[in-house]
């Protein structure tokens, strides 16, 4: 039984999930389609017909790892084959929301907006109403947000990337 990378998929544009678009550029039929969350796009032979068996091109460099991988995904997609669909917490967890609170307020401070409104959008306006005042726990909050931002702008970012790297 020949091995499965020897031969060549056939082509049916029908076969492939999800929505598709056809575009002719005046040299080729560009393909783009997008299933299960997994973009297609492809240049289209001339000489490409329904049915017919095709084959990738890619061109040599230094991309080619990822070219493979790309032709790998493709060729799945254009086979019809489905890819499950990985399942999302529900929740992000407490470091993410670290993050993204710290990111949110660095956004706000570079825009000129005060501490106190700053805390408004991070934790909601009723706790802002409820416990803001010069010395709270809010507004300590809030000051650690904007330090840990701009320690992750001046370059603490590059900790997050070689912890995650780490554990790969």
Known sequence: MPDELE?????SLW???????????????LFTGSADGEALHLALGQDIRDGAPFDFVISPGAQMDEASRA????RRLAAGKRTPVP????????????H???LQAFDG???GTSQREI????YGAE??????NPDSELRARVRHLLRRARAFVDGGYRDLISKSSEGR
Do not use: C, M, Y
């Not at 399942?87 to 670290?98: E, Q």
């Open 127 to 132: 706790p802002v109403v409820q416990n803001w």
């Open 87 to 98: 399942a999302v917490s529900g929740r992000p967890g407490r470091l993410a929301l670290l």
């Open 109 to 111: 401070g570079a825009a």
């Open 71 to 74: 032709v790998e995904r493709h």
């Open 15 to 29: 076969d492939i999930p999800g929505a598709k678009r056809l575009v002719h550029d005046g040299r080729h039929t």
């Open 119 to 122: 805390a408004r959008h991070v």
């Open 7 to 11: 031969v060549a998929p056939r082509f």
């Open 100 to 102: 993204k609170r710290a």
